[in-house]
């Protein structure tokens, strides 16, 4: 079992940064890929960012490409994501979730366990 709570969001003005994190409980933590996803208000679910189980592979939307930097602690079972030049359309609620994969991919029934959301609103 994977328990998985996000955390850092908040508000922040466009250009500003914010960084997320992603807490496990679980032991296993390490066997796990992570992905960062984002949903806005009557939008799907999309992923923006996912690095493999050895923190070796990650993936970026190409809407954060540059912008953001995902990166992963085992020894603290806490995946990070450090989110750069925000802009209002980053605006969302971001859920980190872990895939028994232990690697990346874009489709959220493939994860197994998720966190709570945390919200990240960029407004002036």
């Known amino acids: 079992q994977v328990q998985l709570v996000a955390s850092g969001g908040g508000l922040v003005k466009p250009g500003g940064s914010l960084r997320l994190s992603c807490a496990s409980s679980g032991r296993t933590f390490n066997n796990y890929g992570i992905g960062w996803f984002r949903q806005a208000p009557g939008e799907e679910r999309k992923l923006v960012s996912c690095?493999?189980?050895?923190?070796?592979?990650?993936y970026y939307a190409d809407s954060v490409k540059g912008r953001l930097t995902i990166s992963r602690d085992n020894t603290k079972n806490t995946v990070y994501l450090q989110m750069t030049n925000l802009k209002p359309d980053d605006t969302a609620v971001y859920y980190c979730a872990a895939s028994s994969g232990a690697g990346c991919t874009s489709s959220p029934t493939s994860y197994n366990y998720w966190g709570q959301g945390t919200q990240v609103t960029v407004s002036s």
């Open positions: 690095i493999f189980w050895n923190g070796r592979n990650t």
